[in-house]
Antibody, heavy 122, light 108 residues
Framework: EVQLVESGGGLVQPGRSLRLSCAAS????????MHWVRQAPGKGLEWVSG????????GYADSVKGRFTISRDNAKNSLYLQMNSLRAEDTALYYCVRDPYYELLTGYLDQWGQGTLVTVSS | EIVLTQSPGTLSLSPGERATLSCRAS???????LAWYQQKAGQAPRLLIYGATSRTIGIPDRFSGSGSGTDFTLTINRLEPEDFAVYYCQQYGSSPLTFGGGTKVEIK
């Protein structure tokens, strides 16, 4: 069974940093590109960032470019999102999501974690 | 980036009725790379349809997708109680990935 388990969310002050992690199991992790998608409270879905299987291609939404860094450790079956200079508008549930393809960042999203909540507030 | 507009925002229907959800793109979606997701309250989204028309494994055949270019439709025949949820479309034909704003299907 495919499992994606996010962790690392919490309450953080504006301007501070947070690192999210996603532990993957039940599939061959390095056969897939991976993404982070977020959902602000009561709002829709927003793609945040994606990374191909070997980290050779990485993409970011304009709203987080220069502040967030995505990475992965295939040996640990883990995906990460380093979030710096956090703003109130980054408050959201952050989902770790699997892409069925491995070498592009343009895929549909076939498996989702349950999300980790990030709240940016003073 | 491709902007996706979903309509209507809310659809009020009774169990057994047919739901027709629209997703319109600001420019043509390459190779009909359009997906649909279902999200129930308090749950993560679930993939229903990819490639505009292909149902993912385990999705009942009352769900069907159609369309190409800039106009896509998700049809749910004979609504079941578990189908009342929010539905999102997503294009993956070009970067960045983008989602529509969602359509809520609620019980009338």
């Amino acid at each position: 069974e495919v499992q994606l388990v996010e962790s690392g969310g919490g309450l953080v002050q504006p301007g501070r940093s947070l690192r999210l992690s996603c532990a993957a199991s039940g599939f061959t992790f390095d056969d897939h590109a991976m993404h982070w998608v977020r959902q602000a409270p009561g709002k829709g879905l927003e793609w945040v960032s994606g990374i191909t299987w070997n980290s050779g291609n990485i993409g970011y939404a304009d709203s987080v470019k220069g502040r967030f860094t995505i990475s992965r450790d295939n040996a640990k079956n883990s995906l990460y999102l380093q979030m710096n200079s956090l703003r109130a508008e980054d408050t959201a549930l952050y989902y770790c999501v699997r892409d069925p393809y491995y070498e592009l960042l343009t895929g549909y999203l076939d498996q989702w974690g349950q999300g980790t909540l990030v709240t940016v507030s003073s | 980036e491709i902007v996706l507009t979903q309509s209507p925002g809310t659809l009020s229907l009774s169990p057994g009725e047919r739901a027709t959800l629209s997703c319109r793109a600001s420019q043509s979606v390459s190779r009909s790379y359009l997906a649909w997701y279902q999200q129930k309250a308090g749950q993560a989204p679930r993939l229903l349809i990819y490639g505009a028309t292909s149902r993912t494994i385990g999705i009942p055949d009352r769900f069907s997708g159609s369309g190409s270019g800039t106009d896509f439709t998700l049809t749910i025949n004979r609504l079941e109680p578990e189908d009342f949820a929010v539905y999102y479309c997503q294009q993956y034909g070009s970067s960045p990935l983008t989602f529509g704003g969602g359509t809520k299907v609620e019980i009338k």
